[in-house]
C-alpha cells in the first residue's frame, strides 16, 4: 500500500513568486491535515480537511496560504506571494475516518521549501 | 491551550546504552499522548500512543513510554539503542475532546545520535 506522498520534495524560490505544494494521501483516507515546521521549531498544525471541506482552518499564517482538496483527493497548497519566513519544512498527513479513540495519522516525507 | 515540551534539543549516546527522552505537556484533562520518529528522508513514524488505562505503554522497534500524570510527562525509553535509532524523536498531544477534528500539537523535537 502507498503512503502519503508528496510534491515536490525540496523547493526553492525567491521572495513574491508563488509555490505549490501538493499532497496525495493514502487512499480511501478522508481526513488529510496540513503541518508546518520552520527551522528549529515546533512542527505547527495548519488546516484540516475531510475530504473536500475545511474542517479546521485556524492554524493558516495568513490569507497568502489557500489550500484546496477538490473531490476529496489529493491536496494543495498554495502560498501567494511567498515571504522569508515562509520557509521550513510542509507535512502532509492523512487518515481515515471513524477509529475510536483516535483516527491515526500517517505522515509524508515533507516539503523542504526555501525562500531566498 | 495545550503545549508540549521536550527540554533537549540534541543527545548523543553510544550504541548498546540505554536512552530516555524527556517530554512534558500542557493540558486540562488526561491527553492523548504520542511520540514519533522521523529518520532522514522519511515522514514521521508512530512510535506509541497512550489513550488510557496502563501507564507504561510498548511501541514498534523496543521503545517504551510511560504516562506520570503527576508530574505531565510522557518519557520514551529503550534500553539499548541500535544505530538505526539515531533520527528526530517528537512527542505530541492530541485533545481528547476533539472527535473528529485529531490535530496534533508537537514538541521541538530532539535529535538523536548515536557513536559507536
Known amino acids: 500500500e502507498a503512503g502519503v506522498t508528496q510534491f515536490p520534495s525540496h523547493s526553492v524560490i525567491e521572495k513574491g513568486q508563488t509555490v505549490t505544494l501538493r499532497c496525495d494521501p493514502i487512499?480511501?483516507?478522508?481526513?488529510l491535515y496540513w503541518y508546518r515546521r520552520v527551522m528549529g521549531k515546533e512542527i505547527k498544525f495548519l488546516l484540516h480537511?475531510?475530504?473536500?471541506?475545511?474542517?479546521?482552518e485556524s492554524g493558516m499564517p495568513n490569507n497568502r496560504f489557500l489550500a484546496e482538496r477538490t473531490g476529496g483527493t489529493y491536496s494543495t497548497l498554495k502560498v501567494q506571494p511567498a515571504e522569508l519566513e515562509d520557509s521550513g519544512v510542509y507535512f502532509c498527513?492523512?487518515?481515515?475516518?471513524?477509529?475510536?479513540?483516535?483516527?491515526?495519522?500517517?505522515f509524508g516525507p515533507g516539503t523542504r521549501l526555501t525562500v531566498l | 491551550a495545550q503545549s508540549v515540551t521536550q527540554p533537549d534539543i540534541h543527545i548523543t549516546v553510544s550504541e548498546g546504552a540505554s536512552l530516555e527522552l524527556r517530554c512534558n505537556y500542557s493540558y486540562g484533562a488526561t491527553p492523548y499522548l504520542f511520540w514519533y520518529v522521523q529518520s532522514p528522508g522519511q515522514g514521521l513514524q508512530l512510535l506509541l500512543k497512550y489513550f488510557s488505562g496502563d501507564t507504561l505503554v510498548q511501541g514498534i522497534k523496543g521503545f517504551e513510554a510511560e504516562f506520570k500524570r503527576s508530574q505531565s510527562s510522557f518519557n520514551l525509553r529503550k534500553p539499548s539503542v541500535h544505530w538505526s535509532d539515531a533520527a528526530e524523536y517528537f512527542c505530541?498531544?492530541?485533545?481528547?475532546?476533539?472527535?473528529?477534528?485529531?490535530?496534533?500539537?508537537f514538541g521541538t523535537g530532539t535529535r538523536l545520535t548515536i557513536i559507536p
Open positions: 480537511f475531510v475530504k473536500e471541506s475545511k474542517q479546521d
Open positions: 487512499s480511501g483516507h478522508d481526513n
Open positions: 498527513a492523512s487518515s481515515i475516518s471513524g477509529e475510536m479513540p483516535w483516527d491515526e495519522q500517517f
Open positions: 505530541a498531544v492530541g485533545d481528547s475532546f476533539d472527535f473528529g477534528n485529531e490535530k496534533l500539537t
